[in-house]
């Protein structure tokens, strides 16, 4: 529960530059705004320092190419839409893989999902 102080990088004042509404990724301006303004780690920080849950890590929003494809950033933090139907109000906090957690905010309800969570951890 805790981290290195040095490992976390604040956003500059007016949130990040780098984080807009991308094309097709289709989140509320709520969604946006949040992930301008939310600390990141440090890209360097080797993963067993900052796991946002165990065997995942936090997306890195800040450091997303401008042109990125909003349905590819929605395969990289949201589940499959064969599996489940993320509203425009949700956005993945950890990185999407087979293998790994994923942890959904929902910024309407203000609460947290860990999609598919293991019964261990329940």
């Known amino acids: 529960m805790y981290m290195d102080k040095s490992n976390i990088v604040e956003p500059p004042e ?40 165990p065997y995942s890590e936090f997306c890195d929003w800040q450091n997303t190419p401008s042109d990125m494809d909003g349905l590819d950033l929605k395969d990289w933090s949201e589940p499959d839409p064969s599996e489940a139907t993320i509203p425009s109000h949700v956005v993945g906090l950890t990185v999407h893989s087979e293998d790994t957690p994923l942890i959904l905010l929902d910024t309407e309800l203000g609460v947290v999902y860990w999609y598919k969570c293991n019964g261990e951890v329940k």
């Open 14 to 53: 007016g949130g990040w530059p780098t984080v807009k509404a991308w094309n097709n990724f289709d989140k509320t301006d709520t969604v946006i705004g949040l992930l301008r303004h939310l600390p990141y780690i440090h890209m360097e920080c080797k993963l067993d320092q900052a796991l946002g849950a």
